[in-house]
């Protein structure tokens, strides 16, 4: 079983579960909910790698995709004290963070081969996180169903890397 990929996995899971069961889809449980992720990303990738005796994670697949949610989460934090529109913050937080989730991706893709599980589930974080940033930048669909998709394409993540977690590495 991959860990880091399970951890990662209930942390896409926990804030799908905090955006679905909220009552109340506005730009505050947004910057929440990136903040959240934001945290539990990066306890679960520590997390592992600090329970991790054989050395056995590889560098690019821990450190990198890390860049954007800490990023995201500390200027998410900033934002909740700055007197800025929330759900704007939102949407440009949700951006930056998919955008760093599709070029970390790419990297990791590239650097293990595309061909490699390891790619492949790269290159699928990187298709849906491009899905993503088009709805969160390009299309202006509203409150509501912005922050749903978030919730959304966390749901998503959290099944393809809780599945690709207890893949059997071939």
């Given amino acids: 079983m991959n860990w880091l990929l399970a951890t990662r996995a209930v942390s896409h899971a926990t804030v799908a579960a905090v955006i679905t069961f909220n009552q109340v ?10 903040a959240l992720f934001g945290v539990l990303y990066f306890a679960a ?32 934090v900033i934002s909740t004290t700055a007197n800025v529109n929330q759900l704007l913050a939102f949407r440009w937080l949700t951006a930056l963070l998919m955008l760093g989730f599709v070029i ?13 599980l390891q790619g492949r589930e790269a290159v699928i974080t990187a298709v849906a996180s491009i899905i993503m940033l088009g709805l969160a930048i390009g299309i202006d669909v509203g409150e509501v169903p912005l922050i749903g998709f978030f919730g959304a394409f966390n749901a998503i ?14």
């Fill in 45 to 76: 990738s520590l997390g592992t790698h600090l329970l991790d005796k054989r050395n056995r994670l590889t560098s690019p697949s821990l450190g990198l995709p890390l860049i954007a949610p800490i990023l995201v989460a500390t200027l998410a």
């Fill in 157 to 170: 993540l959290a099944v393809h890397l809780g599945i690709s977690s207890a893949t059997p590495k071939k």
């Fill in 104 to 116: 970390s991706e790419l990297v990791v893709a590239k650097k293990v081969g595309r061909k490699t």
């Fill in 25 to 34: 889809h506005n730009g505050a449980l947004g910057i929440t909910s990136l």
